[in-house]
């Protein structure tokens, strides 16, 4: 399993569409909107998808400013060679 947090920031006035295209992302879902233009969305994988193709189609959302990774968490388990 792995998850990440992002913070998304955008013009106000394009929250409701910012928000839909978030929303149609694969695993993704907003976790707090304060109404400021600051979105936390948060990202898992899951069966046919990775976070790491979400976070690219996230980039693609219309109307953001930027795009901050802020959280990141993996269970899988790496042996010494991998790591």
Known sequence: MKI?????KF???HAEEVKKSVQAVPGA???L??????IIVL???GPGYAVSD???QVHQVAHLMSVTLSYEYS???LTPEEA
Do not use: H, K, M, T
């Open 75 to 77: 269970d899988e388990v």
């Open 4 to 8: 990440v947090s992002l913070v998304l």
């Open 11 to 13: 013009p106000p006035r």
């Open 43 to 45: 990202l898992e994988d």
């Open 54 to 56: 979400s976070i690219l």
């Open 33 to 38: 909107d304060n109404g400021d233009g600051r």
């Open 29 to 31: 879902s907003v976790a």
